[in-house]
């Protein structure tokens, strides 16, 4: 495999792990009969009492939501600082 094959070969790789985490979680819901969506989205899961976690900490939540956010900002503005092709980069070394 060469270099230009192995970034789409990631890439499949990817979307497949991706569309078989989305079917397991929708078989997981229907099996379980949940809404594991709405559960992340509102912070509340159906269920017993006993079993829920007794202290929720959302300072520690909107640290790790930070972090994250400042991580994809980061990637991201760097990558769109990097060039696409190495045949992009311009060169000043010509006489």
Request: glycine content about 8%.
């Amino acid at each position: 495999m060469d270099g230009r094959t192995a970034p789409g070969a990631r890439g499949n790789v990817l979307l497949t792990v991706v569309i078989i985490h989305i079917a397991t979680v929708i078989a997981s819901s229907r099996l379980h009969k949940e809404n594991p969506a709405r559960a992340m989205v509102t912070g509340y899961k159906q269920g017993m009492r006993k079993d829920a976690i007794p202290d929720a900490s959302k300072a520690l939540g909107m640290i790790i939501l930070l972090a994250v956010i400042g991580f994809w900002f980061g990637y991201y503005s760097q990558a769109a600082d990097a060039p696409r092709h190495p045949h992009d980069e311009q060169h000043d070394d010509h006489d």
